[in-house]
Every structure is written in C-alpha cells, then in structure tokens.
C-alpha cells in the first residue's frame, strides 16, 4: 500500500488522475447520508474534484492518505452536511447542538467517503507517475523480494499484539459472541479465534499501508490510533452487521452503543502502531539512507511526519471525541 515519494524532478512529470472517479466509486455507501443516490453522486464527484485541489504539496503513501482523507471527511460533514446542505434546503444553519446531533448519522458516510477517496486519489496517482515518470530517481528502489514480505511478517505480528490487547475490551463487553455469529456460530471461542484472525489481517494491511510512514514510537502510535479509528467506522459500524445479516445502521443510538468497540479498537490501533515501529527499527530503519536517491525520499517521510502528520493524528482523535457528545443523549 505506501507509494513511496518521489523525488523533486519526478514530482514535477506526474500525472494528476482523475479525484471525481474516487469519488464516484463510493458514492453508493454515502448516497443516504447525502440526500439520496443522487445527493451522493453530487456531494461524491465535487468533493473528489476538491481533493487534489487542497492537497497538491506532494505524492504520500496510501496510509497518511488515509489519515488524512478521514479528517477531510469530518470536514465535509461540517461544510456540506452542517452548512450548505441545510442551508440550501431550509434556509439556516444546523450549526446548534440539536441540529448535529440529528445529522449524526451522516458522519459515518463522510469519513468513509473522504478516507476511500483519498487512497483511490493517491493510487491512481502512483499507478500514473510509474507509466510516465521520465527520472528513474523519482522511483522506489526498494526491492520488493526481501523488504515487502517482511514487512508482511511484522505486520501480522503486530496485529495479533494489537489483537490481544483488544480481546480484553471484548471480554468484558461480551462481544466475542458476536463475533462469531459472522461464521454462524455463538461460541466465544469461535469469536476468540475469529477476532484474532482478523486482528492479523488488520495488522497485515497496516504493514502495506503504512510501512516506513513512522519516525518514531509516538508516530507509530498516531498512525495506528487514526488506522483503528477508521476500521471502527468501516469494520464495526458498517461491514460487521452487513455481514451477520443485519441492517446497517449510522444512527446516534447505535453509534452510541458502540462506543466500547471504539476504545478496543483505539487501543488495537494505539498497540499495532507502536510494536510494528518496534520490530521496524531493529531491522529496517528507513532514515538511514546509502544514496542520494533514498536521501530524498527518506528526508520528504520526515518531513511529513514531523510536520502534517500530528495534525492528522490530533483531528482523528477529535472527531473520536466529537462522536460521544453528539450522541450523548441517545444513551
């Protein structure tokens, strides 16, 4: 998953791909929330169009994208669903309490809709600059044979750490059952191993995605913690009851009623981020470059790191906080 950046010169021959396709792909999943199928179509292709002209400062792998298309998610959810949309409609502001609480169920669809736009955007454009790149220095030189599948291997690791932290939220909330109804049974056993299993997956993924993203403990745990957010959002809320045959619902009792999943899942992400950055720095510290090439690409994660990245991590955090409040009275 992380698309290596690129170096000034090949920065400057890539290929700006089409944002509104990223859009359009999911904009059945953010249909309701926007007003019908159409609404979603709308608000999907103008808030594609919108991406790359706000975040044009360079190329960034598909974890940071992810990060940060979530936080354009909630930001969306304030500028259309907060304002324009009932503004346009109704002719006033939903900026009171009442009023945010009652487009609650519109957040899930947003943050959805901002974070999968985001890393469509961002492969599309990678596949782009591969094609037509003209600077062999703007292209990785890892060699996938070695780096990648033990990357693969740390990540599953790292899941399963993460995963074990969580399955001690899941014990004492009594979820495992749950769990296990995916695959028809109620043991919690069954869920014991399932959860596990997806653990790993999850742990694996974040591997591929976020891979030579973290400078440092504190930003493996950043990135984990906006990682298990997200799954929160895409896992629990949505593809979860979408699995066990149940109606997938975004309304504030539910979301409300999810709330301790929130917090395993923040401390799944918070333990996945920072052992996967422990088993990378003993074999793999990326900022410590042997050419030029790599010196460019190495300097651009710092640099991203130390500079938009704890925003990103800060917002998720705030739109994890902001989700209680509002649905505080459907509790």
Known sequence: ????????????????????????????????????????????????????????????????????????????WVVVGLTARPLAVDGKLAWSFGSATGLVDQLPGYLLLGGVSAVLFTWIGAAARRLFVDDVRGLPSEPPGQRGPRAVGYGALAGLGGGLVFTVIMVMIGALPRVAEMVGSHASSVGLVLHLVIALVIGVSYAVVFRRCSFDVLSGIGWGVSYGFFWWILGDLTLLPALDGDVVRWDASTIASQFPSLVGHLAYGAALGAIYYGLEVRTNPWWLTRNAAEAIRAATRRDQTRGAAPALWVLIVIIALTLPVLVGPAI
């Open 1 to 76: 998953m992380p698309r290596g950046p690129n170096s000034s010169s090949g920065r400057r021959c890539a290929v700006r791909p089409p944002a509104p396709l990223a859009a359009l792909v999911i904009h059945g999943v953010t249909g309701a929330a926007a007003g019908g199928l159409g609404g979603g179509i709308v608000v999907g292709v103008l808030a594609g169009a919108a991406y790359p002209v706000l975040f044009t400062a360079q190329p960034e792998s598909t974890g940071p994208a992810l990060a940060r298309g979530t936080g354009y998610g909630f930001v969306l």
